[in-house]
């Protein structure tokens, strides 16, 4: 494989590009629904005592959590295309809720930050063997949940890449029920 870092060579190669590896799947000729579900956060200034715990607001679709010395506001989904310029809407309407509730005090970055959660249509995570390249291996579209998965699916793949025993059933994941 060449890289910016000159040629690789290797007998496995594992596609773990989240919201972006589309773009060395697409051009093997997988067709895999993978699309971004965007999301923002924004630190403040902390006006009230600290919050002892994160606090989830379901039906504003926001989530403020402590962190030092200062609280972060994290937005839900917002569905706009991977590439498209960041949105002020989604934070400032989630801003509005919060703001007198848990004293979030003057913004403390210069912008927002945008993340993406890699999603797939029945939010499970494809992970295995690419059914039509011997050596390409699979482990992306984690959805909302890459922090907490990743470790597992890190397991799961090596032991399906060095033939062991898989700790689970891994036919959830594999890449072929969306071919
Ligand atoms: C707002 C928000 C809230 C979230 N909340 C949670 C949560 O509560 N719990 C949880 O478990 N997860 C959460 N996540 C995580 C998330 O949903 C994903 O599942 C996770 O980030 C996916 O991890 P990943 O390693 O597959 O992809 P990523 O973390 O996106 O990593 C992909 C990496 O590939 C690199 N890359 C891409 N293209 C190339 C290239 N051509 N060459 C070299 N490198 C490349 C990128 O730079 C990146 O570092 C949240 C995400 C967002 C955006």
């Known amino acids: 494989m060449q890289t910016s870092s000159g040629r690789i060579g290797a007998k496995d190669v594992v596609v773990a590009l989240g919201p972006w590896s589309d773009k060395v799947f697409e051009p093997l000729g997988y067709r895999i629904p993978l699309r971004a579900k965007r999301g923002y956060?924004?630190?403040?200034?902390?006006?009230?005592?600290?919050?002892?715990?994160?606090?989830?607001?379901s039906e504003q679709g926001y989530v403020v959590a402590p962190m030092q010395e200062r609280l972060r506001l994290t937005t839900g989904v917002e569905i706009a295309r991977r590439e498209a310029k960041p949105s002020g809407v989604q934070l400032e309407r989630a801003e509005r809720s919060?703001?007198?509730?848990?004293?979030?005090?003057?913004?403390?970055?210069?912008?927002?930050?945008?993340?993406?959660?890699?999603?797939?249509?029945?939010?499970?995570?494809?992970?295995?063997?690419?059914?039509?390249?011997?050596?390409?291996?699979?482990?992306?579209?984690?959805n909302h949940h890459g922090l907490t998965l990743g470790p597992v699916s890190g397991r799961l793949l090596a032991e399906m890449m060095t033939g062991e025993e898989p700790f689970v059933d891994a036919r959830p994941f594999r890449p072929e029920r969306f071919a």
């Not at 956060?41 to 607001?57: I, N, R, W």
Request: proline share 13%; with cysteine; hydrophobic share 35%.
């Open 98 to 142: 919060a703001k007198p509730v848990f004293g979030l005090g003057e913004r403390l970055d210069a912008n927002p930050w945008l993340g993406l959660r890699p999603c797939t249509p029945d939010m499970r995570p494809i992970i295995g063997r690419a059914p039509r390249h011997r050596g390409l291996w699979f482990s992306f579209g984690h």
């Open 41 to 57: 956060h924004m630190h403040y200034q902390a006006t009230k005592p600290m919050l002892s715990m994160p606090y989830v607001d």
